[in-house]
């Protein structure tokens, strides 16, 4: 038996062998195979005699020609690894996009980190101690973020769906301003006549639209935007929405979910609730979203930091006074973005601060009183804010 076993041992010792030598030769005869042909055409050339050549441009290489990475990335696949890394973001591709195009309003973020997720890992959430910010309990939901960094520096229940009147004009006027890059035969210069439909609109927070009248875009965009005007709201979504508030709102929720706006539902487009669908609704995380996308069109900025301004010529002259309380000069840097009340949201602030080159946006909803609450708690939220991003800037 011991012979035998000796036999067989040997026997598949040598078919192992003969299977590395085939293995061996099979694989030179594949590279030698992948070798390019010498160029026959470069040897017949230096028989020829010299001629001369007047200002001849450099031949350059076939743009087909790329680094091998030899036999075996041909087999096993590989060496595009440093051409892939070389593939610009898809931030950097959206970026590059947006700045070809021609733009009449919009001047898109050149931030690579542009509609990127916001950074909760240093979020203080939920409220203050009366020692560090009097006034937070106020608050029903609330953040703040700073857009340098995409740090979220405050949050309270910002992803609670509420209702949050007037702030609703945001999306509004985005949705407006997004129309007019669409269409370009409508701009802010358009005419717009007034429709008997805004009479139908509460008589609470209006400017008093005719019928008879007739109005740039502009104003009335103005007028939503500084005053909070609830019959230019809906003049604008009947204009913009050939003749239907119901379908310029159906844009206004289409956009919301394009910017991923998806715990949000508008049912109007000035922020009153309606008899049927109830309140227009959204979470602070949303609006600081449409917040961001908001801040593209300075247009809007320029009306939202304008503490006042009128539309309407001689006896009709109709005076715009701003809504927000922190466009002043003692609060230096803020330059928007949109109050809000009515009696199922409370008090609401979205708000924006430009100081030193740093943005922080942020949100308050349901307080019980402006002058008294919200404004207060916002002012020292944001000098809060302000130190915070510092603070964080240094720790990195």
């Known amino acids: ?16 062998i003969v299977i590395i030598l085939i293995h061996v030769i099979a694989v030179s005869c594949i590279v030698a195979g992948h ?9 017949a050339s230096s028989e020829e005699p010299p001629r001369e050549v007047a200002s001849k441009e450099p031949e350059k290489a076939p743009e087909e020609e790329k680094k091998s990475g030899g036999f075996w990335s041909w087999l096993f696949g590989g ?29 898109p973020s050149n931030d690579p980190e542009f509609g990127t997720p916001f950074h909760f890992e240093h979020a203080k959430r939920g409220d203050f101690s009366a020692r560090e910010i009097p006034g937070s309990s106020g608050a029903k939901t609330g953040i703040m973020i700073d857009l340098s960094t995409r740090n979220v520096l405050w949050e309270k229940n910002s992803t609670k769906q509420v209702p949050i009147a007037s702030m609703v004009k945001m999306m ?33 927070g209006i400017i008093w639209l005719d019928p ?13 935007a500084i005053k909070s005007a609830n019959d230019a709201a809906v003049q604008i979504a009947m204009f913009l929405g050939n003749g239907s ?14 910017l991923g706006m998806t715990s949000s539902n508008f049912v109007s487009a000035c922020g009153l609730p309606d ?19 908001l801040l593209q069109y300075p247009q809007y900025l320029e009306w939202s930091s304008t503490r006042l301004d009128y539309i309407r ?69 944001i000098e809060w804010g302000y130190k915070r991003a510092a603070e964080l800037e240094q720790k990195k």
């Open 79 to 107: 060496g595009d690894d440093e051409e892939a890394s070389s593939e610009p973001s898809q931030g950097e591709r959206r970026s590059a996009a947006l700045q070809k195009r021609d733009w009449r309003y919009k001047k």
């Open 172 to 204: 509004t006027l985005y949705t407006a301003f997004e129309e007019l890059e669409e269409n370009p035969k409508l701009s802010l210069d358009s005419s717009v006549k007034i429709s008997p439909e805004v009479l139908k609109v509460p008589r609470t």
């Open 35 to 43: 070798r390019p042909p010498a160029d026959s055409s470069t040897a």
């Open 212 to 224: 008879r009248e007739t109005f740039p875009l502009s104003d009335l965009m103005k007028a939503a």
């Open 1 to 16: 038996m011991n012979e035998v076993n000796r036999a067989r041992w040997k026997l598949l010792g040598g078919i192992f």
């Open 275 to 293: 008899r049927k669908k109830g309140n227009s609704v959204s979470t602070a995380q949303d609006l600081m979203i449409l917040a961001e996308h």
């Open 245 to 258: 508030q119901e379908a310029f709102v159906a844009k206004m929720n289409a956009k919301a979910l394009e």
């Open 313 to 381: 010529e001689g006896e009709k002259r109709t005076m715009l006074n701003t809504t927000n309380r922190l466009v002043n000069s003692r609060y230096p840097g803020v330059d928007g973005l949109k109050t809000g009340y009515t009696d199922d949201a409370g008090y609401c602030l979205t708000f924006s601060v430009l100081r030193n080159g740093r943005r922080i946006i942020g949100c308050v909803t349901g307080f019980d009183s402006a002058s008294k609450e919200r404004d207060p708690f916002c002012q020292k939220l």
